[in-house]
């Protein structure tokens, strides 16, 4: 596609609830980053793929946080038993390469009620 | 660990008035600064680069590594540069991640 597809768009889950966002980077794209942005934060790094190998979770505030990218393309970001503080934007971003400029996607609004 | 810091997070201007964006960073070694920006219902997008000293859309950035700091400046603010504003930061030794401030939301006024 034209550029990095997230869906859903916007997502609301009761609290213990698991949840799996996904994104489509642009096709060709080796890196892939996930981003949580809470409200009024700037994006906080979760987790960093290049093709199906993830090469840093550091940033992955929990073990209820994983995230897979089997094929090397669409990645999933799951997020088992969510909890309220988990309420946030999920940014996901791609590019060429790991030193390339980034493409961000339009991000998924998780909502934890 | 890198740390960046937007002190601002609003500003507000009139249209015509110059503008300057605070960045500053924490880290000893050389990094790689940028600024994203945000406009309304858009997604976050690069506005420029450091390494790249150009000017986009009238705004440019000097990195001094004296002050630390990667401050966006444009002599003349229009109404469309109103937008949230995020300076990141990207070292070698930390893989590819991008370290964002809190970002500034830039109001320009009629």
């Known amino acids: 596609g034209a550029g990095v597809s997230q869906s859903p768009r916007y997502k609301v889950a009761k609290r213990g609830q698991d949840v799996a966002l996904r994104c489509d980077p642009i096709s060709g794209h080796v890196s892939l980053f996930w981003y949580q942005q809470a409200l009024g934060q700037g994006p906080e790094f979760l987790t960093y793929f290049q093709n199906e190998a993830q090469l840093d979770k550091s940033g992955l505030p929990s073990d209820r946080f994983f995230a897979e990218r089997p094929e090397g393309s669409v990645s999933t970001l799951k997020i088992q038993r969510t909890q309220q503080e988990d309420s946030a934007v999920y940014l996901c971003a791609s590019s060429l390469s790991g030193r390339s400029g980034y493409t961000f996607g339009s991000g998924t609004r998780l909502t934890v009620v | 660990a890198q740390r960046v810091t937007q002190p601002e997070k609003l500003l507000s201007v009139f249209k015509g008035a110059p503008v300057e964006l605070k960045c500053n960073y924490s880290?000893?070694?050389?990094?790689?600064l940028f600024w994203y920006v945000q406009y309304s219902r858009q997604r976050l997008q690069l506005l420029l680069r450091h390494i790249s000293r150009e000017s986009i859309k009238g705004f440019t950035a000097d990195l001094n590594k004296g002050e630390t700091s990667f401050h966006l400046k444009k002599p003349f603010a229009q109404e469309e540069d109103s937008a949230m504003y995020y300076c990141a930061l990207r070292v070698g030794n930390a893989g590819n991640m991008l370290t964002f401030g809190g970002g500034t939301r830039l109001m320009v006024k009629p």
């Open positions: 880290y000893s070694g050389s990094p790689e």
